[in-house]
């Protein structure tokens, strides 16, 4: 209703954490989990007569992300002082980057169709869209405040100094799904391009909103407020609605909008303002003076470009033109590079026991057995694919199994949910011991089935006289009777077959 009046427009602020060994300025260790306190050298600490050291990795992390969303790098650029008072901030002031970021004038695209109309019929190559990033700067992250009960608050210094990426785009997001859809791409691209896990919950990945709306049809933009405190994507997204409607039911009322920082409160499902004294920011920016100018030379974006791995987007496009795989399966597979490189290793190894053959079929036998079976575990016991006891080896002596068609596609999900407890046991040997290797032999079933047919001569009759529903009968005569398991299809035409021919028989 309102929304067709109204256009929303978005920019977002995302802060990106990094997965380096080290800190930003100092040598300090950035593992998760450590002791409060436990990671705070005296640089973390901002003691007088310190002295940072920029972190080389760091660099080449934000270059990593920049080449990959396709930004324009600046060959110098300065770390500025960010002066504010805040008692998880020692030294009283940030160092961020300011009027200079390494990377400008980028773009992510996301596809905004991707998950509208699930019910099978996903579009496979939904169009994109392009969103523009202004900035993606360095900066090192403050400590943690943790607020107690009876108001006291005790500090973590551990995270001074951990690198983060700031990136910020521009105002071309037009409603809270794709918000949402932006950060589940850059969350995506982040973890291929192996700089930080993007877990938004964990604080990896953490996103400010800015957001306002304009009539429809205009095109200055209107007043915006700053959403923070959102800790999930889809607060992200609830949030964004939830101020969208406010805004508009504002305006509709004749009201105006008030530029200013608001808190989403997930409990309650609204925003409310922060206390505009903590608003109001003099930063005071300033070139850090202990640090000199970051240099980036041809050479270093040259190596950079060439260590970034194949993007989602385009390993996508690959596994449907050269691997022959379905668009969907392919957006699927890709979503997450550990299951792309999973299904890739599996199919190299079936690859190596088939030696040709329709590979297209088997690639699409491999995407079925990793869609399903796979990612099903990976969902159930909510494990990562590497701790997953099937690794791509064995999945591919599976997959081996059905191209020979030595396994039914029920004999295969009964034989992977043994390997998921019998790690030594190969898949065939599984297969074998539970009698799941179907008789593909037409010679070894043909004398079953002829005795099956001789055996029911009533049977027969009816069945002759029109009553087609009986093959189902004889077929489960013959699986009863035999020792093994004979492929279905196989049982299946082999009756039909002689009992049309007993049929012509008749009629002569
Ligand atoms: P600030 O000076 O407060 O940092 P910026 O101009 O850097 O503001 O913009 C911050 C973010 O707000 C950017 O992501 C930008 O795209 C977004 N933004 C700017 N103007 C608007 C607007 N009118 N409506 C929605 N988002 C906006
Ligand atoms: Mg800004």
Redesign the pocket.
């Given at each position: 209703m309102a929304y067709e009046t109204y256009e929303p427009?978005?920019?977002?602020?995302v802060h990106v954490q990094l997965q380096t060994d080290s800190k930003i300025f100092s040598t300090d260790a950035t593992a998760f989990g450590a002791e409060p306190n436990a990671q705070v050298d005296p640089v973390s600490l901002g003691h007088p007569g310190t002295l940072p050291v920029l972190n080389r990795k760091v660099v080449e992390y934000a270059l990593r992300l920049g080449l990959a969303t396709h930004c324009s790098i600046a060959p110098r650029s300065v770390f500025a002082r960010k002066h504010y008072f805040y008692p998880d901030l020692p030294k009283g002031y940030q160092i961020s980057q300011y009027d200079t970021p390494i990377c400008y004038d980028g773009y992510l695209e996301i596809y905004p169709g991707e998950d509208e109309d699930t019910e099978g019929g996903r579009p496979s190559r939904p169009d994109s869209k392009r969103i523009g990033l202004?900035r993606i700067h360095m900066e090192e992250d403050a400590g943690k405040s943790i607020h107690q009960e009876g108001g006291k608050t005790r500090l973590d210094f551990n995270r001074c100094g951990v690198p983060l990426l700031e990136m910020?785009?521009?105002?071309d997001l037009r409603t809270p799904r794709e918000a949402y859809l932006f950060l589940k791409r850059l969350r995506q691209m982040v973890r291929y391009l192996d700089i930080s896990d993007g877990n938004m919950e964990e604080g990896s990945l953490r996103c400010d909103a800015?957001?306002?709306v304009r009539p429809r049809g205009r095109e200055a933009?209107?007043?915006?407020t700053?959403l923070k405190n959102l800790n999930s994507m889809s607060h992200v997204e609830k949030a964004l609605d939830y101020e969208i409607t406010r805004q508009i039911a504002t305006l509709e009322k004749g009201g105006s909008v008030q530029q200013r920082t608001l808190l989403w409160d997930p409990d309650a499902g609204t925003t409310h303002p922060m206390r505009s004294k903590e608003e109001a920011h003099d930063y005071r920016y300033m070139p850090d003076p202990d640090l000199v100018e970051v240099e980036v030379d041809d050479k270093m974006i040259a190596d950079v470009e060439a260590d970034l791995p194949e993007l989602p987007r385009a390993r996508q496009q690959r596994f449907v033109d050269e691997v022959g795989l379905p668009p969907y399966d392919a957006s699927v597979l890709t979503e997450e590079r550990a299951v792309a490189d999973y299904f890739e290793a599996a199919l190299d190894e079936l690859y190596k026991r088939t030696k040709g053959g329709d590979t297209d079929a088997q690639a699409k036998l491999v995407s079925n057995l990793v869609m399903t079976e796979v990612m099903r575990v990976l969902n159930e016991q909510d494990i990562a694919i590497d701790e997953l006891p099937v690794g791509p080896e064995r999945l591919a002596q599976l997959a081996f199994l059905r191209v020979e068609d030595k396994v039914s596609s029920n004999g295969a999900q009964e034989v992977f949910e043994v390997m998921l407890k019998e790690h030594d046991t190969s898949a065939g040997k599984i297969a074998d011991e539970r009698d799941l290797i179907q008789v593909t032999d037409a010679g070894a079933i043909e004398p079953v089935v002829e005795a099956v047919i001789d055996d029911h001569p009533e049977q027969v009759e009816t069945y002759l006289g029109g009553k087609d529903g009986l093959l189902g009968f004889f077929i489960g005569q013959v699986m009863q009777r035999f020792d093994g398991s004979p492929d279905p299809q196989l049982v299946r035409e082999m009756l039909r077959d002689k009992l049309e021919a007993r049929k012509e028989g008749v009629e002569e």
């Open positions: 427009v978005i920019g977002l602020e202004t910020v785009t521009e105002p800015n957001v306002s933009f209107g007043t915006r700053e």
